[in-house]
């Protein structure tokens, strides 16, 4: 029996057939889970740290404007290797965002609904 949240390709391709998207959604997890803890272990917790040399932005703010700044970017991307990059540094913003959060409001940012 096929698993409820296996479905047949959404692009019309009536022959393939996906995984369940449960699956697809644990495989994406763990590489947004290997690549975020790449990039920290390869440059720190420098997102947190932002360099202030002309202003004096905060951690907080700094993160809203790197999610603002990839969001506007997508709009203008070209190619689908350029909208993949993007992706996934937003995802990496809204994570670290997030994570940043929890660490100041955990009452609020503790589940995920």
């Known amino acids: 029996m096929v698993p409820e949240d296996t479905a ?50 905060g951690a907080e ?3 809203r404007m790197r999610i603002d700044d990839r969001i506007r970017k997508l709009g203008n991307a070209v190619t689908p290797e350029e909208e993949r990059e993007l992706v996934d540094d937003l995802i990496g913003y809204l994570i670290n965002f997030r994570a940043y959060m929890h660490t ?8 995920f609904d």
Do not use: M
């Open 104 to 111: 100041h409001e955990p009452q609020i940012w503790g589940a």
């Open 8 to 57: 047949s390709d959404p692009y019309g391709d009536s022959t393939k057939q996906h995984v369940s998207w449960s699956e697809a959604i644990r495989e994406q997890c763990s590489l947004i889970q290997t690549g975020l803890l790449r990039h920290n272990d390869k440059y720190g917790s420098s997102i947190f740290r932002p360099v202030t040399i002309l202003s004096s932005i």
């Open 61 to 63: 703010d700094a993160l």
